[in-house]
C-alpha cells in the first residue's frame, strides 16, 4: 500500500521542537494527471532501451510501496530532524 501519511519532527538545540503530519494521500491524488501524463514517455523510454515496460513499472511502484515504515533519522550539532512514513 502506497505510503499515506509523512511525520516531521525537528527538535532544535534548546530542546524546543516542531511537529508536522503531511498527508501524502493528496500529494498522490495531485500526481495523478502528472502520471498520465508520463506513463506513455516511460514505455517509449522502455521500449527504445529493449527494457520490458510491464516489470520496470512494477519495480517502480514496489520502491514506492515500500517507502511505507521508513524511518530517517538527522543529527546535527544545533537540532534533530526525524522523519517518519506511514
Do not use: K, Y
Not at 26 to 45: E, G, Q, R, Y
Not at 60 to 80: H, M, Q, T
Amino acid at each position: 500500500m502506497l505510503p499515506l501519511v509523512l511525520r516531521v519532527h525537528v527538535t532544535g538545540h534548546e530542546g524546543r521542537g516542531l511537529r508536522l503530519w503531511i498527508p501524502l494521500f493528496l500529494m498522490w491524488l495531485l500526481l495523478i494527471p502528472l502520471a498520465v501524463i508520463i506513463l506513455p514517455v516511460l514505455f517509449i523510454v522502455c521500449i527504445v532501451v529493449d527494457v520490458d515496460p510491464f516489470p520496470a513499472l512494477a519495480a517502480i511502484w514496489r520502491v514506492l510501496c515500500g517507502l511505507s515504515g521508513a524511518n530517517v533519522e538527522v543529527e546535527a550539532p544545533r537540532a534533530s530532524v526525524f522523519v517518519q512514513v506511514l
